[in-house]
């Protein structure tokens, strides 16, 4: 590992020992050399989440004329259209985004002293730099097991659906909230905060992994999280479930997954049950309930509450059996 370089580094310090390539091109360049139509580069570029440059800005390398080229040998092979081209990009560029943000938020409060110098900064930096090539292969490794679980999932819908890319499948969704999020905002630090969201999240993330369920994403004090039936749901709202700082809603029936998120009306009527599910108790539909029987579950059925856009419904609070 280098030693720590004096002073501040530089927004160009840090993307040319990060990136490993220098700027040569512009956005003219870029497309010229790789033989991507410039419209369809920058419709790329913006998806991806980068900024647009100026005409005569020299900011694109030789790795960056190196994926246009990839891309283009995509779609001249007919392996995939410019739509489907844009829509990749997309998903790439907001995943990776909130990754690298995330990573360097942990790299950073990890190594930075409460009162940092500027070779503090530069010192992050390097470790950053001795770590990216393990970073990266991790990284390629970990990206290609989600890959194939996530054609698991797939597949096992199609199994049911005779869909292998279906629109709306049955699944179960929950939402795990944790109770009076706002008012603990307040009452502590920023530090405080932040360690009791990240091990909030990080114990959902753990709990729905374990069971081979997903978690779809996590909105500060809340998770959201699939499974493909009654039963993992059940197994995962039980689980996670082990104070009164949490509340759980739950629901099963039609979802339509769309960009690595899922939408309709099963989602909304998860939301409205957690909202009103008191801490420390799970609550889900007559569907879900329905699915399941017997050991190791209790059910208890309550009164019919209206749920705002979705009429009255059904709840039933689920416990672990005392048996």
């Not at 499974?227 to 949490?246: H, K, M």
């Amino acid at each position: 590992m280098s030693e720590a370089r004096p002073g501040r580094p530089s927004a160009e310090e840090i993307e040319r020992l990060l990136v490993g390539l220098p700027p040569r091109y512009t956005r003219a360049e870029v497309s010229a050399r790789s033989g991507v139509p410039r419209e369809l580069a920058e419709r790329i570029w913006r998806a991806l989440g980068f900024a647009q440059r100026a005409d005569d800005a020299v900011a694109f390398t030789e790795a960056d004329v190196d994926a246009l080229r990839r891309v283009r040998s995509m779609i001249d092979g007919g392996l995939l259209d410019e739509q489907t081209v844009i829509r990749m990009a997309r998903a790439l560029g907001q995943t990776t985004a909130r990754l690298a943000q995330w990573q360097a938020e942990i790299m950073i409060g990890t190594m930075l002293p409460p009162e940092p110098s500027e070779g503090d900064l530069a010192a992050v930096l390097d470790t950053a730099q001795g770590l990216l090539p393990d970073f990266e292969h991790v990284l390629i490794h970990v990206w290609r097991a989600q890959l194939a679980a996530a054609g698991t999932r797939l597949l096992a819908i199609a199994d049911v659906n005779d869909e292998l890319v279906p629109t709306r499948v049955a699944m179960a969704v929950g939402f795990a909230d944790l109770v009076s999020f706002t008012r603990r905002s307040r009452e502590l630090d920023e530090k405080e905060l932040a360690g009791l969201v990240e091990g909030f999240e990080s114990r959902a993330s753990d709990v729905v992994a374990s069971h081979g369920a997903r978690l779809v994403k996590t909105l500060g004090d809340e998770v959201l999280f699939t499974a493909q039936g009654p039963e993992q749901a059940a197994a995962i709202a039980l689980d996670l479930v082990a104070t009164d700082e949490l509340r759980i809603g739950m629901a099963y029936g039609p979802v339509l997954p769309m960009m690595g998120d899922v939408f309709g009306t099963t989602v909304n009527l998860a939301a409205r049950l957690t909202a009103i599910a008191r801490p420390g108790t799970i609550l889900i539909d007559e569907a879900l309930a329905g699915g399941l029987d017997g050991e190791p579950y209790e059910l208890h059925k309550i009164r019919r509450r209206p749920a705002r856009g979705l009429g009255v419904v059904q709840p039933y609070v689920l416990r672990r059996s005392s048996s």
